[in-house]
């Protein structure tokens, strides 16, 4: 079993920045992609960026290109997601997810979520 946990979220204004994290822990992992995604209410939840374990292959969704920024600190299992220039449209709850693989199929494991509120 893998536990994720989130950090980082809170409370900021439009053009801000937040950084969030997530750190991976239980068994032991080897090849695997962390991800982050982000659900609104009353919208179905979708994907926001993905990075491999060595920390290649990122991937964003449209809506965040340009502004937000995933890394990766391999040896800690640990992944960010830095938020610049925040929009209020941004305001979800952010959960991050891995995928056990080395060749990237489903995120098997899931974090409880830490909320992001972009003010206007």
């Known amino acids: 079993q893998v536990q994720l946990v989130e950090s980082g979220g809170g409370l900021v204004q439009a053009g801000g920045s937040l950084r969030l994290s997530c750190a991976a822990s239980g068994r032991s992992l080897s090849a695997y992609h962390m991800g982050w995604f982000r659900q609104a209410p009353g919208k179905e939840r979708e994907f926001v960026a993905s990075?491999?374990?060595?920390?290649?292959?990122?991937s964003y969704a449209d809506s965040v290109k340009g502004r937000f920024t995933i890394s990766i600190k391999g040896a800690e299992n640990t992944v960010f997601l830095q938020m610049n220039s925040l929009k209020p449209e941004d305001t979800a709850t952010y959960s991050c997810a891995l995928d056990p693989r080395l060749i990237r199929r489903s995120w098997d494991y899931w974090g409880q979520g830490t909320q992001v509120t972009v003010s206007s």
């Open positions: 990075i491999t374990w060595f920390g290649g292959r990122e």
